[in-house]
């Protein structure tokens, strides 16, 4: 499977993005980047940008839809163009402008689907793939023309597509734990899965490297899945893995948060509340070893998809789809 290749081409419809995150070594201050195709059935799909600067006082938003786009190496969008090791583009919203000119390295893939033809299956609807679970990033990012310097920034670079949203989504990403190196980070992915009308339980997929060795976590069936508790604001899981589980708490401040609409293909929507300057906390657990503690502050992105309106998070004004 080539985890970079667009599979926009050949869906009658669906959605598939390609994505990055970055932020300051410090923490408190990132930018979240998006490169969107979206299909109704029937319909031309077409493409948008996405790009959300991340600090203290509050995240910046701003994105654009054009009918212009191909399978450019791996996504072209317009003018903007994502790649192996590069990204640029720029929204020009009338909501202030953000323009980007990066490029990056990272780590080898992680696939989070635990069988590789289940990335072929009609289930689990969508496919998640880190190209880089942990990246390093160099550039500019320009949000309503306010330039920021990139120098070796931490981060990751995602792509996932799919023919729906799952009902209700997680995703979990930290890095730059104090006292560690590049070699530890976390990407986890969570959701819930309409099925015969039912939804099921939580189902968890992905991994934690600890000092460069990857321990992959979550997984189907029941030993395997996960406990969560979640708002907008502070995510609390446990997830077991092969002889180990990893707890933890993720957490952000309200006005820190930002609320996006996501459309899927049958016509329906999510509300979507991201934060990329997330608090994250992990307690890893081992057999016959001493627990590991972790702490990521203002470094990690946690991102909760759901489809009730009433969570208090701003919504962005721009629809999608």
């Known amino acids: 499977m ?105 780590a080898e893939p992680l696939r989070h689907l635990p069988l590789r033809w289940l990335y072929r299956a009609p289930l689990p609807r969508t496919k998640p793939v880190s190209l880089h679970p942990v990246a390093r990033f160099d550039g500019a990012v320009t949000v309503g023309g306010r330039e920021i310097a990139l120098s070796g920034w931490p981060g990751m670079v995602g792509h996932n597509w799919g023919s729906q949203h799952a009902e209700r989504w997680i995703w979990l990403h930290g890095m730059g734990f104090a006292g560690t190196g590049e070699s530890t980070w976390l990407d986890l992915t969570f959701g819930r899965v309409r099925v015969g009308g039912r939804t099921t339980p939580w189902i968890a997929n992905g991994a934690l490297s600890l000092g460069g060795e990857r321990m992959a976590l979550g997984g189907l069936g029941r030993a395997r899945r996960p406990r969560v508790a979640e708002t907008p604001e502070q995510l609390e899981f446990a997830v077991p893995g092969r002889e180990v589980v990893v707890a933890g708490t993720a957490s952000a401040p309200r006005e820190r948060i930002v609320g996006w609409v996501y459309a899927d293909p049958d016509g329906s929507e999510h509300h979507t509340a991201n934060c990329s300057i997330a608090d994250l906390t992990l307690r890893v657990a081992r057999p016959d070893r001493a627990p590991v503690n972790l702490h990521a502050a203002g470094l990690a992105a946690y991102e909760l998809g759901m489809r009730e309106r009433d969570h208090g998070i701003p919504i962005q004004p721009f629809t999608d789809g």
Do not use: Q
Request: glycine letters at 16%.
């Open 2 to 106: 080539n985890v970079t290749e667009a599979r926009f081409p050949a869906m009658a419809a669906g959605y598939e993005s390609y994505y990055l995150r970055a932020c300051h070594p410090d923490g408190g201050l990132g930018v979240w980047i998006r490169y969107t195709v979206h299909g109704r059935p029937g319909g031309r799909p077409t493409g948008s940008l996405w790009c959300t600067l991340f600090e203290e006082s509050g995240p910046t938003a701003t994105k654009v839809t054009v009918a212009d786009l191909a399978a450019d190496d791996w996504l072209r969008i317009g003018g903007a163009h994502i790649g192996a090791g590069s990204a640029t583009g720029s929204t020009g919203s009338s909501t202030g402008d953000a323009a980007w000119d990066l490029r990056f390295t990272g």
